[in-house]
């Protein structure tokens, strides 16, 4: 009796951990990571309106950006919509990728999606998707919510070599460990700014320009720094 237990609740956390799992990804029938070129949202869009201008269609990216929301289409389809790095994406799940209906606004993915041109125009297909844990990305540009500084270090204690100024504009060029400040969870990221200084300075004050601020969670295993 006590081995048939043992295997019902084996069965139930492998069902429970798949379930999760498959909450934090969907790609379609024959996917493959292969075909898909990393680019920012903005750069991909760019570079397929290039390749249609020379009677060039279906081209594969991959980009890094934050969900914002989806809608269902007349049709029975759905579309999502995307932001990062000053850009936005709106792409259609219609080719049959599963996505979750409840996911949060400013969830952190990775989308897999290409380009064809069906009405005289191109427009993106959703292929895949994943989601990620980093709080920003590398290579993205981002906006200071408030008076920020940049340290030498990843830590604040370390020397104080520059600040970013509110509204101000810099670009991700590492990501640090994730700690929490101020009552956010976030992680130390390297940044450079416009006049090309470098520095390390706290996400959670960093926003890609849709972003709205909302309480975030404290976990347990994380000691909160009390001032950036």
Same mark, same amino acid.
């Given at each position: 009796?006590?081995?048939?237990?043992?295997?019902?609740?084996?069965?139930?956390?492998?069902?429970?951990?798949?379930?999760?799992?498959?909450?934090?990804?969907?790609?379609?029938?024959?996917?493959?990571?292969?075909?898909?070129?990393?680019?920012?949202?903005?750069?991909?869009?760019?570079?397929?309106?290039?390749?249609?201008?020379?009677?060039?269609?279906?081209?594969?990216?991959?980009?890094?950006?934050?969900?914002?929301?989806?809608?269902?289409?007349?049709?029975?389809?759905?579309?999502?919509?995307?932001?990062?790095?000053?850009?936005?994406?709106?792409?259609?799940?219609?080719?049959?990728?599963?996505?979750?209906?409840?996911?949060?606004?400013?969830?952190?993915?990775?989308?897999?999606?290409?380009?064809?041109?069906?009405?005289?125009?191109?427009?993106?297909?959703?292929?895949?998707?994943?989601?990620?844990?980093?709080?920003?990305?590398?290579?993205?540009?981002?906006?200071?919510?408030?008076?920020?500084?940049?340290?030498?270090?990843?830590?604040?204690?370390?020397?104080?070599?520059?600040?970013?100024?509110?509204?101000?504009?810099?670009?991700?060029?590492?990501?640090?460990?994730?700690?929490?400040? *101020? /009552?956010? @969870?976030?992680?130390?990221?390297?940044?450079?700014?416009? =006049?090309? $200084? !470098?520095?390390?300075?706290?996400?959670?004050?960093?926003? *890609? /320009?849709? @972003?709205?601020?909302?309480?975030?969670?404290?976990?347990? =295993?994380? $000691? !909160?720094?009390?001032?950036?």
């Amino acid at each position: 009796m006590k081995k048939k237990i043992a295997f019902f609740v084996l069965m139930l956390f492998c069902l429970l951990t798949a379930e999760a799992q498959s909450a934090r990804s969907g790609f379609a029938d024959g996917f493959s990571i292969d075909r898909y070129e990393k680019k920012t949202l903005g750069d991909a869009y760019e570079t397929a309106q290039r390749s249609y201008e020379r009677g060039i269609s279906g081209e594969h990216f991959k980009s890094y950006c934050h969900f914002i929301n989806q809608f269902d289409w007349s049709n029975g389809g759905t579309q999502g919509r995307f932001y990062g790095d000053d850009s936005y994406l709106a792409g259609d799940f219609t080719k049959g990728v599963p996505f979750p209906k409840d996911i949060p606004p400013f969830t952190s993915l990775i989308i897999y999606y290409h380009f064809e041109a069906p009405y005289y125009a191109i427009f993106p297909y959703i292929d895949g998707w994943e989601v990620v844990n980093e709080a920003r990305f590398v290579n993205q540009k981002y906006i200071a919510t408030d008076n920020l500084k940049i340290r030498e270090s990843p830590s604040l204690s370390a020397k104080q070599i520059g600040r970013l100024v509110k509204a101000e504009c810099a670009t991700v060029i590492e990501l640090g460990k994730d700690v929490i400040i *101020d /009552g956010i @969870e976030s992680a130390w990221v390297k940044v450079r700014t416009k =006049d090309g $200084a !470098e520095g390390w300075c706290f996400a959670g004050y960093l926003t *890609d /320009g849709t @972003e709205y601020r909302v309480p975030m969670w404290k976990s347990d =295993d994380k $000691a !909160e720094e009390k001032t950036k």
